[in-house]
Each structure stands twice: as structure tokens, then as C-alpha cells.
């Protein structure tokens, strides 16, 4: 019998409120402390450019900053691919299979550098 997936049950529904199927209690605790690094990298860029710092010298540390959000999204996508694409696929419903890859081509088009 096949797993019977529906909005309330999959965080991957059209509902807008939508929360992940599952998260990986390391993959959480590794994005939530790089997150929090990358919030100081933003204040020492704010302070930076306060203090009028040389400008490569402020562009490197934006590049530092975008890196870290890079693999922040990374390991997003890993969770999200591991527990919400994986139920929706394997719900049976082609529909919401269908939906999943078209959101997985669309944020690989968002994320990917240019």
C-alpha cells in the first residue's frame, strides 16, 4: 500500500503556512549556529563601511557572506530533498510528484550562481 500524502501531512502542500516534513536535528542545529555567524559577518560588513574601510577589503568580506548563505542553502536543499521531495514522490499522487520537481527546478534556478 502506498503512502498517502496530503497538505497537512507533507510541509511541500500549496498551503502557504507550510513547516518541512522532517529536519534533520543536526542539519537544524548546523544552519541555525551558521546563521548566527553569518548575522556577526553582516554587522562587521556594516561596521566596515561605517568606518569607510578600503573597499576590496569590504568586498571580499561580502563574498565571505555569500559563501556562507551558499552553503546555509545547501544543506537546506539536502533536507528538503531527503524528507519533503522524498514523501511527495513517493506518495503515488503524480500530481504533487510533479509539483515537487517543478519547485526543485525552480529553486536550483534561484539558488545556482549566475
Known amino acids: 500500500m502506498k503512502e498517502q500524502s496530503?497538505?497537512?501531512?507533507c510541509g511541500c502542500g500549496s498551503d502557504r503556512t507550510r513547516h518541512a516534513v522532517g529536519v534533520d536535528p543536526n542539519i537544524k542545529r548546523g544552519v541555525v549556529s551558521r546563521l548566527r555567524r553569518i548575522e556577526g559577518q553582516v554587522r562587521g560588513l556594516q561596521r566596515m563601511v561605517d568606518e569607510e574601510r578600503y573597499?576590496?577589503?569590504?568586498?571580499?568580506?561580502?563574498?565571505?557572506?555569500?559563501?556562507?548563505?551558499?552553503?546555509?542553502?545547501?544543506?537546506l536543499?539536502?533536507?528538503?530533498?531527503?524528507?519533503?521531495?522524498t514523501v511527495a514522490i513517493r506518495s503515488g499522487d503524480e500530481a504533487a510528484a510533479e509539483e515537487v520537481y517543478a519547485e526543485v527546478v525552480d529553486l536550483y534556478t534561484r539558488t545556482s550562481r549566475s
Open 55 to 75: 573597499c576590496a577589503d569590504v568586498m571580499t568580506q561580502v563574498s565571505s557572506v555569500q559563501e556562507a548563505l551558499r552553503a546555509v542553502t545547501k544543506e
Open 6 to 9: 496530503s497538505p497537512s501531512s
Open 77 to 85: 536543499l539536502r533536507n528538503h530533498l531527503r524528507h519533503c521531495v
